[in-house]
């Protein structure tokens, strides 16, 4: 009988271990949060870049949603192809905190890059941690997609 017991411990202990260890590998992964109904006030920008070599003229369009309840800013900058069709989001997330004076500040920010793959949003990049944001970004597109803005 004690045997037994001991097996059941070890076992619902390790089925715990897993079922944390499995959720915080998943709670890891950003997920592009469904724009379609935040603020597009701002008209769509064009920008000349340079894809594999050769000039192109890429869509953008910003959306933004304030989060009042929560405290949270997010802002998505869908970059269109050539096609004008979806290619890649550039998602920042702001994490806001109200101070006991009433000021609300931005205590953590997150920016992820998604790429549009067969109809769905796919995560590409964590640049949360970047030191320099914009450097980064243009390598990697530079790196990933042979782009130059």
């Given at each position: 009988m004690r045997k037994a017991m001991k097996?059941?411990?070890?076992?619902?202990?390790?089925?715990?271990?897993?079922?944390?260890?499995?959720?915080?590998v998943l709670a890891q992964i950003p997920v592009m949060p469904d724009f379609s109904r935040w603020n597009n006030d701002v008209p769509e920008s064009v920008y000349s870049a340079t894809l594999n070599g050769e000039k192109v003229n890429l869509t953008?369009?910003?959306?933004?949603?304030?989060?009042?309840?929560?405290?949270?800013?997010?802002?998505?900058s869908v970059i269109n192809n050539e096609a004008n069709k979806p290619w890649l989001a550039f998602y920042t997330e702001e994490v806001e905190e109200k101070r006991p004076d009433g000021q609300v500040l931005v205590k953590e920010t997150h920016n992820y890059i998604f790429e549009y793959v067969n109809g769905k949003w796919v995560f590409v990049k964590d640049l949360s941690s970047s030191r320099n944001l914009q450097d980064e970004v243009v390598s990697f597109l530079?790196?990933?997609?042979?782009?130059?803005?």
């Open positions: 097996y059941a411990r070890f076992f619902l202990a390790s089925t715990l271990f897993v079922l944390f260890a499995s959720s915080v953008g369009n910003p959306y933004q949603f304030t989060d009042m309840v929560n405290l949270k800013r997010h802002t998505i530079m790196e990933r997609y042979k782009l130059e803005f």
